[in-house]
């Protein structure tokens, strides 16, 4: 079989079936992405591949690709500095040879060919012809940031937005007629985070969008009841929050007005009031979804920052990030727990970082919901899973646990404008895994059969999370 040709994955004539016949031209909704609002709206191009591909100036970059880097003794100056883009992309292009196997070796490619139709891999002998060609097209009003989403057939991006957003951008657009939505994702980890540093600046800035004041915990949960609706009425229909350790712990309204207090001032808080804080405030904040009906995603066991040398020169989302290994399953359980006592359980994806996490999650999830179809599920292959064995592993387990048939397929969950072919990559797998079953005799060996569930899982379910 040639390198990525048309069926890669595709082990058995079903699976080429389901993809070519049923999930490759189906459009793209990406209900999780980073995405800046800003730049879609204002659609330039990009001034070179480097920039569209490895560090673009806007705080983007792609970590993946810096972490591939810095593992090839690669400076940083050629990196995330002020090296020379040719320089830059020759040292991508070095580190490209040693990354067989890596997920990114495989996005590298496919980005080339879906976007550029350039087929050849990029080695330190093709990098120059790879640049030159890449360079040209990026030039054309073909490849301007909405162009390239055009190509990739989107038809609903979700930005992650902060609660005290304006949205501007959203409204601008909007009213352009462009050929797919852009959407706002509320995502307030501001909120939800009491010892950062400014917290009470934050709570300031949040006085200030709102038009009231806010003296304790109930006012917050206004305040933000008041952000869910605008963004509402901006077309979200999902919030996002990086809950990178999971707590619970019952409080007080005076426990909770209390640590409110502490932390707008800045003052110490220990391990059990942040729980409770964090606890309380999610659980207002699932109510908050359950009435509007949105879909609440959970981002669990990121362990963030770890090289702290790096952070205080680099800053954070710059490549220093881990898989975490704490508890999930009994604080989870606790949590959803209360919120489905109190009749507050919203629509919720939860995505654990740590694959081994996968069983408890799933089957934490499978003890709760039932209002809809769908209700509660294992998010899809995240970030160090995001690869042909931890998406295949994700669809196992939730296969496995509860029904493959509502899965709300993948997301890029990227910073990139070119990270688009990845829902190709988990369609491919998806269609691959179906035929591999059937050629086990496990399921039908039926394309009629299985094509539904096939449009479904790549498109249909997720479509229907904005149809509230």
Known sequence: MAFLDDDFLL????????????????????????????????????DNIVDAW??????????????????????????????????????????????????????????????????EPLTTKTAKSIFDQTNEQLATPDFS????????????????????????????????GESF???????????????????????????????????????????????????????????????????????????????????????????????QYRAALLLELMRIYKDKGWTMQLHLQASRNNNSTAFRKLGADTGYDSMADNSVAAPLAALLDQAQSSNILPRTIVYSLNPNDYMAIATDLGCFGGDDRGQLQLGNAWWFNDTVTGMRRQLEVLAETSLLGNAVGMTTDSRSFLSFPRHELFRRVLCGLLGDWAAQGIIPDDKEYLAPLVRAVSYENALALFES
């Open 54 to 119: 490895l560090t673009d100036g806007h705080n983007y970059g792609d970590h993946y690709k810096w972490r591939l880097e810095r593992a090839n003794g690669i400076p940083e100056r050629l990196i995330t500095g002020d090296g020379d883009p040719w320089d830059k992309f020759m040292a991508y292009a070095q580190t490209m040879e040693q990354a067989v196997g890596s997920p990114v070796y495989l996005w590298t490619h496919m980005e080339l060919q879906r976007y550029f139709g350039i087929r």
């Open 11 to 46: 082990g058995t004539q079903l699976s080429r079936e389901l993809f070519h016949e049923v999930a490759e031209n189906l459009p793209l909704v990406d209900y999780h992405c980073h995405l800046h609002a800003k730049e879609i709206y204002e659609d330039p191009n990009f």
């Open 145 to 176: 940031r909405r162009a390239l989403l055009r190509r990739m057939n989107v038809k609903i991006v979700c930005t992650t937005d902060s609660p005290e957003d304006n949205l501007e951008y959203h409204d601008q657009f909007a009213k352009e």
């Open 181 to 275: 939505r852009m959407v706002p994702a509320f995502r307030p980890d501001a909120a939800l985070n009491p010892t950062a540093e400014g917290y009470g600046d934050w709570i300031g800035t949040m006085e200030s969008v709102c038009g009231k004041p806010i003296n304790d915990f109930s006012g917050l949960v206004d305040a933000l009841r008041d952000r869910v609706e605008y963004f509402h009425q901006h077309g979200s229909r999902l919030s996002d929050h990086a809950v990178d350790v999971v707590e619970f712990a019952p409080a007080t309204v005076e426990n909770l007005d209390a640590i409110f207090s502490k932390a707008r001032a800045g003052l110490y808080l220990d391990r059990h009031e942040q729980a």
